[in-house]
């Protein structure tokens, strides 16, 4: 009888250690502002599900039992895929925002097509750097109805609808 109390209450204080060191050590989100500095020394357990530096990193810790992954400002600021966001706002009247991004240096054409497929405008067509970027297409001189927009940069193609009501 005594040992099934003790292995109760060691398995008691066994999960109640457990729970607590995850309750106190799990993060989701670590960031460092530009400038700082983290050392992680041997041996230490820095747990999160993401780990910005926008700073140095240095030291030989570990990241939930894996090695520390670490992004510096640049990896932030660059885009990881080719993307074509949805317009918005959409259905619209007179003006609309398309965001597009480029992980590598393309050349890029984004075109917009009525429902019949005849070219309506031409919103970018040259080189891009990598980045970020959006482009305003003002709708005014069109009428009301479906519209689709297409992006081509390198080998990446994709398209959208939209709607414009007057």
Do not use: H, W
């Not at 109390?5 to 729970?19: A, E, G």
């Not at 530009?34 to 810790?61: E, F, M, P, R």
């Not at 990896?75 to 080719?82: A, C, Q, R």
């Amino acid at each position: 009888m005594k040992t099934i109390k003790y292995n109760i209450y060691f398995t008691v204080i066994f999960l109640s250690i457990i729970f607590t060191s995850t309750l106190l050590y799990s993060q989701s989100t670590m960031v460092y502002d530009v400038g700082t500095s983290l050392d992680v020394g041997a041996g230490a357990d820095v747990c999160a599900g993401n780990i910005t530096v926008n700073g140095t990193y240095s030291g030989s810790g570990t990241f939930c039992n894996a090695p520390v992954n670490v992004e510096s400002e640049d990896d932030i600021l660059t885009p990881k895929e080719f993307s074509l966001s949805q317009n918005y706002p959409n259905p619209f009247n007179p003006s609309t925002v398309i965001k597009y991004q480029l992980p590598i240096s393309s050349q890029v054409t984004l075109k917009v097509y009525d429902v019949l497929g005849d070219e309506v405008a031409t919103l970018v067509n040259e080189e891009k750097p990598t980045g970020f970027y959006e482009v305003e297409l003002n709708a005014s001189r069109l009428s009301s109805g479906f519209y689709i927009y297409k992006i081509t940069a390198g080998n990446f193609s994709s398209t959208k609808k939209m709607i414009l009501i007057k």
